[in-house]
């Protein structure tokens, strides 16, 4: 079964750090934009982050000087790594495979490829 297997989630202090990973079960993911969308309690669907399959990289402003997203394509797996966490980052993380375009456009409907989530929660 091709699917986008995920872990790294938990319950951190603020300031504190996570590492998310996102593998491809099934799937290669060389080829792919591998990025998290994030949706908090009550909100919207946000973007966090995306890497291109040569390592460009994207990220929210509200994330981009915590956050950082690498990828080791011999391992078939992305990374997220989150420091100085903040409430405000509680939410459950979805990592996501799909073209570059659309993670730049906030085109989520057009990923090819879901995790089924990992829960972030930052409190004290």
């Known amino acids: 079964q091709v699917q986008l297997v995920e872990s790294g989630g938990g319950l951190v202090q603020p300031g504190g750090s996570l590492r998310l990973s996102c593998g491809g079960a099934?799937?290669?993911?060389?080829?792919?934009?591998i990025g998290w969308v994030r949706q908090a309690p009550g909100k919207e669907r946000e973007g966090v982050s995306a890497?291109?399959?040569?390592?460009?990289?994207w990220g929210a402003p509200s994330v981009s000087d915590r956050f950082t997203i690498s990828r080791d394509n011999a391992k078939n797996t992305a990374y997220l790594q989150m420091d100085r966490l903040e409430p405000e980052d509680t939410g459950v993380y979805y990592c996501?495979?799909?073209?570059?375009?659309?993670?730049?456009?906030?085109?989520?409907?057009?990923?090819?490829?879901w995790g089924k989530g990992t829960l972030v929660t930052v409190s004290s």
């Open positions: 996501a495979a799909g073209p570059l375009a659309f993670w730049l456009r906030g085109n989520y409907n057009g990923m090819d490829y």
């Open positions: 099934g799937l290669s993911l060389d080829y792919y934009a």
């Open positions: 890497i291109s399959s040569d390592g460009s990289t």
